[in-house]
Each structure stands twice: as structure tokens, then as C-alpha cells.
């Protein structure tokens, strides 16, 4: 084997370990940069999620009555701070 043809198969072997490189590097750059932005909120917060989903789903809405509306209401309007301007 002469110099030139071992300087040859140096250069191809070092390009193909570099290729290799570049791939591997932008390969894990990409898992890396996917489970950064993921919106997906199913991850850690799974059980906390799954305990409000079912005690919403538990809950009997009762319709309130008329009595009861206007008595929230003037509780509002009366606890209602007016700025005299």
C-alpha cells in the first residue's frame, strides 16, 4: 500500500466517522428539542390531573332559584365599592 492510497482511505474513514457524527449529534438534537416543546401535559402531571377530572365528573349542578340569584346579586351590588370621581 503506497502513501497515497493510505492517506485516501484515511481521509474516507475519518469523513465517514464525522458524517456519523454530524447524524448522531442532529438525531439527539431533535429528541431533545421535541420533548422540550411538547405540549402535552399527560406527562408528570398524569395524577393530578386524573384526580380533578373525576371530582368534576362526581358533581350534581343543582339550578339555583330566583331567591337565591337576587340575594348573590345584591350582595354583590351592596359590597360593591364605588369611586367617587
Same mark, same amino acid.
Given at each position: 500500500?503506497?502513501?497515497?492510497?493510505?492517506?485516501?482511505?484515511?481521509?474516507?474513514?475519518n469523513t465517514?466517522?464525522?458524517? =456519523?457524527?454530524?447524524?448522531?449529534?442532529?438525531?439527539?438534537?431533535?429528541?431533545?428539542?421535541?420533548? =422540550?416543546?411538547?405540549?402535552?401535559?399527560?406527562?408528570?402531571?398524569?395524577?393530578?390531573?386524573?384526580?380533578?377530572?373525576?371530582?368534576?365528573?362526581?358533581r350534581?349542578?343543582?339550578?339555583?332559584?330566583? =331567591?337565591?340569584?337576587?340575594?348573590?346579586?345584591?350582595?354583590?351590588?351592596?359590597?360593591?365599592?364605588?369611586?367617587?370621581?
Amino acid at each position: 500500500m503506497t502513501g497515497k492510497e493510505a492517506s485516501r482511505r484515511r481521509f474516507l474513514k475519518n469523513t465517514a466517522i464525522g458524517g =456519523a457524527a454530524v447524524v448522531a449529534t442532529a438525531g439527539l438534537a431533535k429528541k431533545v428539542a421535541d420533548l =422540550a416543546f411538547e405540549g402535552n401535559p399527560k406527562g408528570s402531571d398524569k395524577q393530578y390531573l386524573g384526580k380533578g377530572d373525576s371530582a368534576l365528573s362526581e358533581r350534581q349542578y343543582v339550578e339555583m332559584s330566583q =331567591a337565591e340569584k337576587n340575594s348573590q346579586v345584591k350582595m354583590f351590588v351592596d359590597s360593591y365599592k364605588h369611586d367617587k370621581a
